[in-house]
């Protein structure tokens, strides 16, 4: 479905990205594995999918560095001439009651989860834009559209992250460019796991499915809004988060 196409993906060395990496892959596009951190985990998703037959390569870089993003994207132009889809899902969270909230705990949040989005799209966009097609998905989460006590910084990346898509949707649709979200409920992740037995199970109990979603039903949902199929849809936020806000 996704032959010829050129993918990037933040943040795709583990977690949700690297079932994303994972899943663009499979459907045969070459991935493009971006991670900060973790490199070696990078590497090991990139044979993954080199050892299945796909093409993938790892391209380490800090999101929240304008100057890295810049230079990181002018080299996979380089590269491959074009770049097709962009799934920017790189994000951390530092939580904590807004009384409590430190400065810099508000500014690593942000920088990384919302100014990340706009830095990558940047640059893509103006490739996209020449190619007159492309995909752009961030990965918001339910905290941008319901709001979560304790979590005043990550809610606020992610609802940024929403009003993002839809104002990049709006000035590059006549491009044949579409910019979707996608927001996550709860799912089975580094970013979860460090969650107490008793928050996990109090949360399972706000999901009318019942359960965690798993990597792979967010990485679904991409690879639809990647894909053609989802061609006349643009500006839109995708829940997958077992019903949990409807
Ligand atoms: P995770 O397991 O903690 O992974 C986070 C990923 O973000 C890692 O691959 C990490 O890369 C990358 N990252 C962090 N800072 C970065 C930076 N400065 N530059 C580049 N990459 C960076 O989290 P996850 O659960 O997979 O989350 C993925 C996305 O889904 C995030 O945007 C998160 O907010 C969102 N989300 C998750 C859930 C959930 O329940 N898990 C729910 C809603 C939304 P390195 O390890 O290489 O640093």
């Known amino acids: 479905m996704l032959e010829n196409q050129v993918a990037v993906v933040t943040g795709g060395a583990r977690g949700i990205g690297r079932a994303i990496a994972l899943a663009l892959a499979e459907e045969g596009a070459a991935v493009i594995i971006n991670c900060n951190g973790s490199v070696e985990k990078a590497q090991e998703t990139a044979r993954e999918i080199q ?4 093409q993938a390569e790892v391209c380490p ?8 993003v810049e ?7 380089a590269r491959h001439g074009r770049i097709d889809i962009l799934v920017n899902n790189a994000g951390i969270t530092r939580d904590g009651l807004l009384m409590r909230m430190k400065e810099e705990d508000f500014n690593s949040v942000i920088d990384i989860n919302l100014k990340g989005a706009y830095h990558c799209s940047k640059w893509a966009v103006k490739a996209m834009i020449k190619q007159r097609s492309g995909r752009i998905i961030n990965i918001s989460s339910v905290s941008g559209v319901t709001g979560n006590a304790g979590q005043v910084n990550y809610s606020a990346s992610k609802a940024g992250l929403i009003g993002m898509t839809k104002s990049i949707a709006r000035e590059v649709a ?4 579409t910019v979707n979200a996608v927001a996550p409920g709860f799912i089975e992740t580094d970013m979860t796991d460090v969650l107490s037995d008793k928050v996990k199970e109090n949360a399972a109990a ?15 949902a991409v690879v639809f809004l990647a894909s053609e199929k989802s061609r006349y849809i643009t500006g839109q936020v995708l829940h997958v988060d077992g019903g949990m806000v409807m």
Do not use: C, Q, W
């Not at 870089?61 to 304008?66: E, G, K, Q």
């Not at 230079?71 to 132009?77: G, P, R, S």
């Not at 006549?174 to 460019?177: E, F, M, N, V």
């Not at 499915?209 to 792979?216: A, D, Q, R, T, V």
């Open 51 to 54: 050892e299945a037959g796909g």
């Open 61 to 68: 870089f800090n999101v929240a560095d304008y100057e890295a």
């Open 71 to 77: 230079k990181a994207f002018a080299d996979i132009l």
């Open 174 to 177: 006549s491009r044949g460019i």
């Open 206 to 220: 706000t999901i009318p499915l019942g359960h965690f979603g798993k990597p792979e039903d967010v990485a679904d």
